[in-house]
């Protein structure tokens, strides 16, 4: 894949803000490595800044981990009486990142569905984000919108099963992409993007990538594209190709041994090697 046209040549006067703030709402006092996957995958991917929005113990190690993280502390996991602080924060940012890492409960379901609702950006919704909004599907209408399920998140979203072969994938992932009126990338062996209308297929990756948060840093990648201002069948498919690439390279690297967080290391190198 050309990456050409997702990384023109920067104007000598560039400057922070051009090329996108992404607003990442993730993370919980267990799972503490989603945003900060989010995070870097959009910084990695080019996005010019990120601001984590999660639990304090989540925020807290986001912050002592890289300096390159800017982070807003909740008193507690996610609930309704986050959601007014959230949406005002939203109005300084390009994308939204939600979903990665949060607590599974009927009060953060319930503050997911009305930050998707309230916020005006176009935004990548994973994980626990998707299947609070299969309890309330009309929420996608109207958004620009990239889901990135997982099999086991997509049966839960749409109440079907995705068999191993392609065709059986094609068709549905397109049929609900239709039905929801958003863009779903059903990620895979070979992950498969539609907007209902058309169907891409990306065949990058690795069997070694089934480590915990390389989807995390997929969906950052994603947004730090959806902040460019890309639709989001584009940013999902460049997303979905340089995240495989990046996971090949750290494959052949680290074979058994590949994290997560190596995928970070090579992002640069898939860019640098396809903006041709």
């Known amino acids: 894949m050309d990456l050409k046209k997702f990384y023109p040549q920067r104007d000598p006067w560039s400057h922070k803000g051009n090329f996108g703030y992404v607003l990442i709402v993730a993370g919980s006092r267990i799972y503490s490595g989603s945003p900060v996957f989010n995070a870097l995958g959009a910084l990695r991917a080019g996005a010019d800044l990120t601001m984590i929005v999660s639990c304090l113990r989540a925020a807290d190690i986001a912050a002592s981990f890289a300096p390159d993280l800017i982070t ?59 299947r609070a909004a299969a309890e309330e599907p009309k929420i996608l209408e109207n958004k620009s919108a990239i889901l990135t399920p997982h099999a086991g998140e997509f049966k839960a979203l749409t109440g079907e099963e995705v068999m191993p072969e392609i065709e059986d994938r094609k068709e549905k992932v397109k049929k609900w992409a239709e039905k929801l009126k958003t863009t779903i990338l059903l990620k895979g062996h070979i992950d498969v993007i539609s907007d209902g209308k058309e169907i891409i297929l990306n065949e990058t990756g690795s069997p070694l990538m089934t480590k915990g948060g390389t989807g995390d840093i997929l969906a950052g990648t994603c947004a730090s594209f959806l902040a460019k201002k890309f639709p989001p069948l584009e940013a999902a498919q460049a997303a979905a190709f340089i995240n495989g690439k990046a996971g090949e390279m750290a494959a052949e690297k680290y074979a058994e041994g590949l994290l997560a967080s190596n995928l970070l290391e090579f992002i640069p190198e898939v860019i640098k090697k396809y903006k041709i």
């Open 72 to 130: 807003r502390p909740l008193d507690k996991d996610l609930e309704m009486k986050h959601v007014g602080k959230i949406v005002s924060l939203a109005k300084k940012f390009d994308s939204l990142v939600i979903g990665g890492g949060l607590a599974r409960n009927e009060k953060t379901y319930k503050a997911i569905k009305e930050i998707i609702k309230a916020i005006d950006l176009p935004m990548v919704i994973d994980a626990e984000a998707i």
